[in-house]
């Protein structure tokens, strides 16, 4: 089994919000399975499916951004899942709207959801797909991946959504590896 966790705030006033991209791909992703979020489990929502023989969690945490840590790791533990297995999507302001970007590991990058998974994992060391969303170079961050995208940013992140949701698909089926040297 393989784990898709995808990060966002729980809540309608956050729905289409730049932080919330990453429940967005996962989302999107699950309606092509045709399956639904059908479960909460361990203060997360999930749903499976199976791709290519291989059965896939996706997890979207149900607490706010900066504690997805908790959920993850309980979710990780309760299916007995290697950090190689699991595949964490978020957001990323340093990266141009957009633009994804896959990789093995490393450090936060001050994404407080995935610094929150880092600490209760005790390792930087797992994968993840950043996906750009834009950034206003102004030191309110937190307005900014709050706010909604604007309607000329939408037809970006629609493509970036799909290429998302290709890059998964392809993780599923091959590995990190093949993955970062295919969509990166």
Excluded at 15 to 40: P, Q, W
Excluded at 65 to 90: D, F, W
Excluded at 94 to 106: A, F, Q, S, T, V
Excluded at 144 to 169: G, H, P, T, W, Y
Aim: proline content about 3%; some cysteine; glycine content about 8%.
């Amino acid at each position: 089994m393989k784990i898709v966790i995808g990060l966002g705030n729980p809540g309608n006033e956050y729905t289409k919000t730049r932080h919330n991209i990453g429940f967005a791909v996962i989302d999107k992703f699950i309606k092509s399975c045709k399956v639904e979020f059908t479960k909460k489990h361990c203060d997360s929502v999930i749903s499976k499916c199976v791709i290519e023989g291989e059965e896939i969690l996706f997890v979207k945490p149900q607490l706010f951004m900066n504690l997805s840590g908790g959920p993850a790791k309980r979710i990780i533990e309760k299916y007995n899942c290697s950090l190689n297995e699991i595949l964490v999507v978020l957001d990323d302001i340093n990266i141009p709207l957009g633009k994804i970007r896959i990789r093995e590991g490393g450090s936060s990058g001050g994404h407080n959801g995935l610094k929150s998974i880092s600490n209760h994992l005790r390792t930087t060391h797992f994968p993840r797909l950043r996906i750009g969303v834009g950034n206003s170079f102004s030191d309110d961050t937190k307005n900014f991946v709050l706010s909604r995208f604007a309607k000329e940013e939408n037809d970006v992140m629609q493509v970036s959504l799909e290429k998302a949701c290709k890059a998964i698909n392809f993780w599923v089926t091959t590995d990190i590896n093949g993955c970062m040297s295919l969509f990166n």
